[in-house]
């Protein structure tokens, strides 16, 4: 079975500063998707950004980038030019790509908050 | 997209009840999952239906837990004899396909159970 670790359970950064997010996974599965999801405070998780595991090139959505570390399991996200609204639980998530495999494996979430 | 609404937004029920909870899709997705997510923790995957077939289950799915989607439309989760246990948040998602497709997430069930 596949699990997802994020070491950190609390980060803290200053706004416009970067700040990054680690997370590592298990899997014995060569190919599948790994994603950053953002849940607010009392609010909805939205996708931040999303990585296929055959893609050597790390994905960039905006601020928010992706450190994709295959041979490690390894898949930080880096927020640049942090801002107040960025605040919230942050989650990695795997999912098999496999033709049934399509639940979503989360890690326990960071929980990033911005200083004024 | 009017986006993946869910039904109630919160319950409180005693320790015994049966709870229904619904979930209504983005109408063009034939994908929907069912999650739970306790306090500090991230979220569990409980189900998943492709249309009106329900394709996987987790062991977390206990005999007290159903859940169908019969027009492959919305989709509703029963908890039968609540226990305290359950006392969680539910999430609802869905997307249109698997891999690198998107879910998207529901605001959540708040069960609290007394």
């Known amino acids: 079975a596949q699990t997802v670790t994020q070491s950190q359970p609390e980060m803290s950064v200053q706004e416009a500063e970067t700040v990054t997010l680690s997370c590592t996974y298990d899997?014995?599965?060569?190919?599948?998707?790994l994603f950053w999801y953002k849940q607010p405070p009392s609010r909805q998780m939205i996708l931040v950004i999303r990585?296929?595991?055959?893609?050597?090139q790390n994905a960039t959505e905006n601020r928010f980038s992706v450190n994709f570390q295959k041979a490690a399991k390894s898949f930080s996200l880096k927020i640049s030019d942090s801002q107040l609204g960025d605040a919230a639980m942050y989650f990695c998530a795997y999912r098999s790509a496999k033709e049934y495999g399509n639940k979503l494996v989360f890690g326990a979430g960071t929980i990033l908050r911005v200083k004024s | 997209d009017t986006g993946v609404s869910q039904d109630p937004r919160h319950k409180i029920t005693k320790r015994g009840q049966n709870v229904t909870f619904r979930c209504d899709p983005i109408s063009e997705h034939n994908r929907l999952y069912w999650y739970r997510q306790t306090l500090g923790q991230g979220p569990e995957f409980l189900t998943y239906f492709q249309n009106e077939a329900q394709l996987e289950k987790s062991r977390l799915l206990s005999d007290r837990f159903s859940a169908e989607r019969p027009k492959g439309s919305f989709s509703t989760l029963e908890i039968q004899r609540t226990e305290q246990g359950d006392s969680a948040m539910y999430l609802c998602?869905?997307?249109?396909?698997?891999?690198?497709?998107?879910?998207?997430f529901g605001p959540g069930t708040r069960l609290t159970v007394t």
């Open positions: 998602a869905s997307s249109r396909g698997g891999g690198i497709y998107e879910q998207y």
């Open positions: 899997t014995s599965e060569s190919d599948y998707y």
């Open positions: 990585q296929e595991a055959y893609k050597q």
